[in-house]
């Protein structure tokens, strides 16, 4: 499996922004879909975004449409999230997930991903 690494967390005000970084190491790249997931203190692992391989696709929860946008660079091995417009419901630990799929194109089931980043802690002050 890959080995994911996460950074770019930290504490940040309301309406700020934060970008997170995964770099991926043990596998190329470019076979992985890749996605972002977190878990809100006393709530269950949600997923954020996704991007597919050839980075064309991306899809995103409702909750952060608009304010996130998930990037990957495969000669560099990394995806990012970018993160505007941050609101303290968007306190979490932040983790990198990617999961080998076959259709450059397409993003797997979100229940699929199986390779996991320790993860990030990110916190919105009000």
């Known amino acids: 499996q890959v080995q994911l690494v996460e950074s770019g967390g930290g504490l940040v005000q309301a309406g700020g922004s934060l970008r997170l970084s995964c770099a991926a190491a043990?596998?190329?790249?470019?076979?992985?879909?890749m996605g972002w997931f977190r878990r809100a203190p006393g709530k269950e692992r949600e997923f954020v975004a996704a991007?597919?391989?050839?980075?064309?696709?991306?899809d995103y929860a409702d909750s952060v449409k608009g304010r996130f946008t998930i990037s990957r660079d495969n000669a560099k091995n990394t995806q990012y999230l970018q993160m505007n417009s941050l609101k303290p419901e968007d306190t979490a630990v932040y983790y990198c997930?990617?999961?080998?799929?076959?259709?450059?194109?397409?993003?797997?089931?979100?229940?699929?991903?199986?390779?996991w980043g320790q993860g990030t802690q990110v916190t919105v002050s009000s």
């Open positions: 991007i597919t391989r050839n980075g064309i696709r991306a």
């Open positions: 997930a990617a999961r080998f799929w076959g259709l450059p194109g397409t993003l797997p089931p979100i229940d699929r991903y199986d390779s």
């Open positions: 043990g596998h190329t790249f470019s076979i992985y879909a």
